[in-house]
């Protein structure tokens, strides 16, 4: 294990492995915000076990997605590549008419080195559909990178002209990261106050739709696993990128929209008021959790921006295990979750990439936090040694972005402590004290 300290943050590097669902997951919440899009995930047959699992109830709906699988004779080279592909995307295009066809490549497809970059050219020219090419595989760190890949994709699709004159009154602002649309109309709405308007979302609600990117305009990303996207759009679209916290929580939402203004010049308004009355209508759940402890063994990437803004609630946070920590897209969480433990007077965390498990369930043994937010695979094993767990892929799928959706995020860390309390008044709290 190496340690660096900076700034009093503790970094440490250890070399577990990487517990965390498979990035194709991507396609549960991607295909539902592309609405004219279509998935093919090319992969073997456990690809298609694992979407069947996570996404089986959606398959009764008809769902935009589907499995290209596999076989002995693809892997041996027997089969033709494009003859195979182009049969799928052509019924696809005959059944459901898509705007665009996205190709998801798995391990397999990287192992076997499947050529599908070369194949989709030729193929898109030849169907007259565009076809997007995204490596969402199992290789990536945390599950949450697939929509990264498939940002980093889009980007490249962007148009770099408009038929429209542009009629902001400063340089335009292209936010990207796949949010609920009640969401993007917030976040939207809080910086129109500002008065800055956002000049597209990536991804938009239809790929017809992409927004215009052309070099020199401002990009900003709302979540911390698009590194991959922000740095395509600086490298290839030569935009700028703010490098702001991320709008999760009612202080993270303040720092990104402060710094949004601060890039152009605008002196912001009512946020600190803003900020307290949602700090105020919080306090039911804070009450809750003020005091008490938590470590996040790390999964999908989100764990800096929760654990500053638990730090902020009064939690004291013992670790922040990541399974990839990009330092100079993070920089402004990580000072933001530094200032926050100053002003809490809160230790600070330990934030541990890469986590070994093994060494974590002997620190969680020591520590003996009130609350480990973990991956599906260690929530059981933990709750059975009576340590309260919750998983971390739930605030994957929540809406924790902006000020009034602080709340489910709440909902979700104080859920199992409420659990605990409504058992104990009950008598029935044998269950918690095992250990």
């Known amino acids: 294990m190496s340690t660096v ?49 996570a996404m089986g109830v959606m398959i009764f709906a008809e769902p935009r997605y589907a499995m290209a699988e596999l076989e002995e004779g693809d892997i041996s080279a027997k089969l033709n590549d494009y003859e195979e592909l182009r049969r799928l995307c052509l019924q696809i295009k005959k059944d459901r008419n898509p705007s665009v066809i996205f190709w998801i490549g798995t391990c397999t497809t990287e192992i076997i080195k499947m050529d599908l970059e070369g194949i989709a050219p030729k193929l898109e020219s030849e169907i007259r559909v565009p076809i997007v090419v995204a490596r969402a595989n199992g290789l990536d760190y945390a599950f949450t990178q697939g929509e990264d890949t498939v940002l980093a994709a889009m980007a490249q699709r962007c148009p770099s002209y408009q038929h429209v004159k542009n009629t902001d009154s400063h340089v335009p602002l292209v936010l990207f990261g796949s949010l609920p649309d009640p969401v993007v109309t917030q976040l939207t709405l809080e910086l129109k106050k500002q008065g800055i308007i956002v000049s597209g979302w990536l991804p938009s609600k239809r790929y017809t739709e992409l927004p215009v990117i052309q070099e020199g305009y401002y990009v900003a990303g709302v979540n911390p696993f698009l590194s991959r996207t922000a740095t395509t759009l600086m490298r290839r679209r030569k935009t700028k990128l703010i490098g702001a916290p991320f709008p999760i929580g009612p202080d993270g939402t303040r720092a990104w929209i402060e710094k949004i203004c601060s890039i152009f010049n605008i002196e912001p308004k009512g ?42 609630c009064g939690m004291t946070v013992y670790e922040i295990g990541i399974p990839y920590m990009d330092k100079r897209y993070q920089a402004a969480e990580l000072a933001l979750l530094k200032n926050t433990c100053d002003e809490m007077n809160i230790m600070m965390p330990t934030i541990v990439e890469k986590p070994d498990n093994y060494n974590q369930l002997d620190r969680i043994r020591d520590l003996k936090p009130d609350l480990v937010i973990t991956g599906m695979a260690h929530a059981n094993p933990l709750e059975a040694r009576g340590i309260n767990t919750k998983w971390s892929v739930e605030f994957t799928f929540a809406q924790i972005h902006g000020f009034t959706n602080a709340r489910d995020i709440l909902e979700l860390v104080t859920r199992p402590l409420r659990r605990n309390l409504s058992l104990s008044e009950l008598g029935w709290d044998v269950y918690s004290k095992q250990g």
Request: aromatic letters at 16%; a negative charge; one cysteine or more.
């Open 5 to 53: 300290q900076s700034d009093a943050l503790t970094f440490e590097c250890e070399t577990g492995n990487y517990h965390t669902f498979c990035p194709i997951s991507c396609v549960s919440w991607l295909y539902q915000k592309i609405e004219d899009s279509f998935f093919l995930v090319i992969g073997t047959k456990t690809c298609g076990y694992f979407l069947q699992n």
């Open 271 to 312: 946020l600190a008021e803003r900020e307290k009355e949602i700090w105020e209508s919080l306090e039911d759940y804070i009450s809750l959790i003020r005091g008490k402890s938590v470590f996040f063994m790390g999964d999908n990437l989100l764990e800096v921006s929760l654990a500053r803004f638990l730090t902020r």
